[in-house]
């Protein structure tokens, strides 16, 4: 037995020491040499009697160095507190920051392995591994981590030629319908690589966003309870005149057509006149129905099929009259419309006059307030500048009858 085993054997058979071992292991580590000094304050009768014998004193505070300087008046002189504290514990001992440089190496080895794998997808792994959630992710489980960028590069080599439901591609691409549903750590890294490799800026916040960048992948989340409301609209396809638009047309008829039928057609124009109205309510759509005049409902939300066949109709050379609520939402709405759709957009209603005429009574909380400055549209600032004065929300339910003998008359 050598000396370093001799004094581990003694420590050991002296149980008391132990507590103040494993602080002085916890300080090293912390500090990365021997420094430092740790209270006893909270230590037992027995384990304060041992310090106290060991230094020849009582002791309120033990100072590393001043260990390890004792040990070198005892018969084990000669070895230092690290081999001691090694062989106590039966390992080296690593700091803080050997520990974080070798978590740091592990971690650059995982992302060089993946990126060595998949070679084609390096410059969006560069770029993903410096992501908050990614780096959390490799925290909480790097091979979970990993099954997830390992499906979205296989993904990436696989985007379809054709439109699919994104269900239908993830089983084809990882055995598994759910595997890039969007709250899950997989669904989230594909829209970050497909928004990596388009030359288009999306907010992935926003499903309308998140919807489109799918679809300019030729990928669909959903096309059947995907749809647009609307009425008076008259579409084609290629073999032309679409049966249930025609009849929905001839009789007044509401529509709710979903996605999957919207995208097969190649035309969209108004029945009569060159006009489109556009209310973001379906109570109101409703009430206007009765005027017999091109109409779409938004339903809150400017989604895939709305937008689909608003392009459809701007093809024709349609003019949109939007009408919305005044609130936050509402202006949004109609901002992203008049982006989108520039000059083929006319703000329908939409000034301080008629935000008044609505009677705003219905608060509006500092968050919601606080969306409106991204309302950045020239002509909605007097309104958007009014709603932020007053604070209260108003709704195009209130202008419904106004609305209503403006269509019949034209």
């Known amino acids: 037995m050598n000396r370093v085993e001799e004094a581990v054997q003694f420590f050991r058979g002296e149980r008391s020491f132990h507590r103040l071992f494993c602080e002085m292991k916890k300080k090293y580590e912390s500090l990365g040499r021997i420094g430092g000094t740790i209270s006893v304050s909270s230590f037992s009768a027995e384990e304060k009697e041992a310090i106290a014998s060991f230094f020849g004193k009582e002791m309120s505070r033990v100072s590393l160095a001043a260990f390890e300087q004792q040990l070198a008046n005892t018969r084990f002189a000669g070895i230092s507190l690290v081999e001691l504290l090694s062989c106590y514990f039966g390992e080296p001992l690593v700091t803080k920051k050997e520990q974080q440089q070798e978590i740091e190496r592990e971690k650059e080895a995982y992302f060089t392995r993946l990126m060595n794998t998949y070679r084609a997808q390096r410059d969006w792994l560069m770029a993903v591994e410096k992501q908050r ?31 699919v439901r994104l269900p239908v591609f993830a089983q084809k691409v990882a055995n598994d319908p759910h595997m890039f549903d969007l709250h899950t750590l997989a669904g989230k890294l594909l829209l970050s690589a497909l928004e990596f490799y388009t030359d288009t800026e999306y907010d992935l916040s926003s499903v309308e966003d998140v919807n489109e960048l799918l679809q300019s992948y030729r990928l669909l989340r959903e096309d059947v309870l995907n749809f647009v409301t609307c009425a008076g609209v008259m579409a084609e396809t290629e073999k032309g005149r679409h049966p249930v638009f025609a009849a929905a047309c001839a009789t007044n008829t509401a529509l709710n057509v979903p996605l999957r039928e919207v995208m097969p057609l190649v035309r969209a124009y108004p029945s009569v006149g060159n006009n489109v109205f556009v209310v973001e309510n379906a109570g109101v759509f409703s009430t206007l129905l009765d005027a017999n005049v091109p109409l779409i409902s938004t339903n809150g939300q400017l989604n895939l099929a709305t937008r689909w066949l608003f392009d459809l109709l701007v093809k024709e050379g349609v003019t949109f009259y939007y009408s919305g609520d005044f609130d936050p939402e509402g202006l949004k709405m109609a901002q992203r419309l008049v982006e989108r759709y520039g000059s083929s957009v006319r703000l329908w209603h939409y000034d301080c006059s ?15 307030l606080a969306k409106l400055q991204s309302v950045t549209l020239h002509d909605l600032q007097p309104v958007k500048q009014e709603i932020l004065r007053r604070k209260k929300a108003g709704y195009q339910e209130a202008l419904v009858e106004q609305l209503r003998r403006e269509v019949k008359g034209r």
Do not use: I, W
């Not at 091979?143 to 696989?158: D, F, K, P």
């Not at 008629?354 to 919601?368: G, I, N």
């Open 354 to 368: 008629d935000y008044l005429a609505t009677k705003p009574t219905v608060p509006l909380s500092d968050e919601r």
């Open 133 to 163: 959630f990614v780096q959390l992710a490799y925290q909480q489980n790097h091979h979970a981590l990993e099954a997830a960028l390992s499906a979205v590069c296989r993904a990436l080599e696989q985007l379809p030629s054709t439109y």
